[in-house]
């Protein structure tokens, strides 16, 4: 079992930036990739970036891309995602995953493939 916890959200105003942390606990040997994904009110859940941790592999959703920075400390066992130049429209509750395979396996960006979640952190930007 993995343990996730984000936190780092809070009320932004547009342009802002923001950073959230997300911390892993548990059987952390057997994941190989941390995500994070968003989902606003009366929205579906969104892939917003993915690394793996073996390399530092990234990926990013369009909507996201040059805005947003993923990153992990795998002695540590935390993610990051850095947001800047908030928009309204990034407004949502943010969560972590953990995706579990191989260390070369490929990044997903479905939230089926991610078997560890954590309860989520809210962004809210005001415009």
């Known amino acids: 079992q993995v343990q996730l916890a984000e936190y780092g959200g809070r009320l932004a105003q547009a342009g802002d930036s923001l950073r959230l942390y997300c911390r892993a606990s548990g059987h952390t040997g057997s994941v190989f990739a941390m995500g994070w994904f968003r989902q606003a009110p009366g929205k579906e859940r969104e892939f917003v970036s993915g690394?793996?941790?073996?390399?530092?592999?990234?990926e990013y959703a369009d909507s996201v891309k040059g805005r947003f920075t993923i990153s992990k400390d795998t002695v540590k066992d935390m993610a990051y995602l850095e947001m800047t130049a908030l928009r309204p429209e990034d407004t949502a509750l943010y969560y972590c995953?953990?995706?579990?395979?191989?260390?070369?396996?490929?990044?997903?960006?479905?939230?089926?493939?991610?078997?560890?979640w954590g309860q989520g952190t809210q962004v809210t930007v005001s415009s």
């Open positions: 995953a953990a995706d579990i395979g191989g260390p070369f396996d490929n990044l997903s960006r479905l939230s089926a493939d991610y078997a560890y």
């Open positions: 690394v793996r941790k073996i390399d530092g592999t990234a």
